[in-house]
């Protein structure tokens, strides 16, 4: 004998289910230059864990992604978000020795973060010299993911400092 209680539990959960809003998720790329020790990267860890897809260049519809540079002329601000839904968010990991030739790079949606304190081992307290995780995490947050920032700092045991350093 089938109880229609529970029957009508169960399909209401399913319609309440089928009814709650999509999360958005956005599409998470790094172009890695692989000039880190791949034992330190954050992005490598990052693409093991499938948080993020690695690129070796910009090209097709990357090209309208948001790009970190932090050479761009433009702030990255919440207004971004449709782009980084529609296209997606690329962040550039290379050694911050190399930094310079990133000044030549020109994107059509190169964006810059606002002045940030680092909270990884390696730089942790300098201005701007972020990780690729905390880049990315920055952006995200800005960009108002933030599920997804909060998902990418949780992978490192400095991620909740980095939160609370730039009070995000």
Same mark, same amino acid.
């Given at each position: 004998?089938?109880?229609?209680?529970?029957?009508? #539990? %169960?399909?209401?959960?399913? #319609?309440? &289910? #089928?009814?709650?809003?999509?999360?958005?998720?956005?599409?998470?790329? /790094?172009?890695?230059?692989?000039? =880190?020790? +791949?034992?330190? /990267?954050?992005?490598?860890?990052?693409k093991k864990l499938n948080l993020l897809k690695s690129i070796n260049n910009i090209k097709g519809p990357l090209n309208n992604s948001i790009i970190l540079n932090p050479f761009a002329r433009e702030e990255l601000s919440d207004l971004d978000r449709n782009i980084v839904l529609r296209y997606g968010l690329i962040v550039i990991? =290379?050694?911050?020795?190399? #930094?310079?030739?990133?000044?030549?790079? &020109?994107?059509?949606?190169?964006?810059?973060? +606002?002045? $940030?304190? %680092?909270?990884? +081992?390696?730089?942790?307290?300098?201005?701007?010299? $972020?990780?690729? %995780?905390?880049? $990315?995490?920055? %952006?995200?947050?800005?960009?108002?993911?933030?599920?997804?920032?909060?998902?990418? $700092?949780?992978?490192?045991?400095?991620?909740?400092?980095?939160?609370?350093?730039?009070?995000?």
């Open positions: 004998m089938v109880n229609f209680n529970i029957l009508v #539990i %169960a399909l209401n959960n399913s #319609i309440m &289910t #089928i009814s709650d809003p999509i999360k958005e998720t956005p599409k998470v790329f /790094c172009l890695n230059y692989r000039e =880190c020790d +791949p034992k330190k /990267c954050t992005a490598t860890k990052l990991d =290379c050694s911050w020795n190399n #930094i310079l030739n990133l000044k030549k790079s &020109t994107f059509k949606n190169g964006r810059k973060l +606002p002045p $940030l304190i %680092a909270a990884n +081992p390696t730089n942790y307290g300098k201005w701007e010299k $972020l990780s690729s %995780a905390e880049a $990315l995490a920055a %952006a995200l947050f800005i960009t108002k993911f933030f599920d997804y920032g909060n998902l990418i $700092l949780s992978k490192f045991t400095w991620g909740i400092q980095f939160k609370e350093l730039n009070q995000f």
